[in-house]
């Protein structure tokens, strides 16, 4: 019996996020092409252009989507004293970005972002200006406590990466022979320091940011 033929299946913003969802987990934001979503998707690269002017666009559906399915604190259950605030919120938003460590990628390169996850820096900025902060200096704060918290889930993603791989790394190696008498802390540490340094000292970090930023 031949096969059916004529228009492909019609398909929707909605599947094509989801399509787009999952090129990323496979093949990374650099791969994911409207050609390569073409095809998880069953279509042509011409019937996306319907949907998505081009793949910033489709970054920024991705991120709207990402912020729109994340939750977020509610106003009463957030601290009232702005250096804990401060906190508070930059945890929130370091959780919500861990689950996502490309999206990461994207907003450090300060082009695009979310609408729907502006409500993490208007809520550091506000708390810094109650603290005593000037308008500069609050934003000064926020893009700090942003830098250190994007950096530490890129570093986490990528040491987790390393770690999966099977054998020893290039790291782990080098401060297995290192000489005692040229590095002798580290060469104390030897081969613990893949242990120690992968130990999650985000909070302590945090707080001693902040501690330095507000008065």
């Known amino acids: 019996m031949p096969s059916r033929t004529g228009r492909p299946p019609k398909i929707s913003r909605a599947d094509i996020v989801a399509a787009a969802h999952r090129v990323i987990e496979e093949d ?12 998880e998707v069953g279509s042509t690269a ?10 910033e666009e489709l970054l920024l559906l991705l991120l709207d989507d990402y912020a729109a399915g994340r939750p977020r604190p509610k106003e009463e259950d957030l601290p009232g004293e702005p250096r804990d605030r401060v906190v508070a919120v930059a945890t929130a938003m370091r959780e919500t970005l861990s689950g996502c460590p490309w999206i990461v990628d994207v907003l450090r ?34 893009r700090i406590i942003w830098h250190y918290t994007a950096g530490e889930i890129s570093g986490r993603a990528a040491a987790r990466r390393r770690r999966e791989q099977e054998g020893d790394t290039y790291r782990e190696r ?42």
């Open 28 to 39: 990374g934001v650099a791969g994911l092409t409207m050609r390569r979503l073409a095809r």
């Open 46 to 55: 011409m019937a996306l252009y319907h949907h998505v002017r081009d793949k």
């Open 109 to 142: 390169a300060d082009d695009l972002l979310s609408v729907g996850a502006l409500w993490y820096p208007e809520q550091i900025i506000d708390a810094a200006l109650s603290a005593g902060l000037t308008t500069e200096e609050a934003v000064d704060a926020y």
């Open 174 to 215: 080098v401060f297995a022979r290192l000489d005692a008498r040229e590095f002798p802390r580290l060469a104390e540490v030897g081969r613990r320091w893949e242990e120690l340094t992968a130990k999650d000292t985000f909070d302590r970090g945090l707080r001693a940011i902040v501690t330095g930023l507000l008065p």
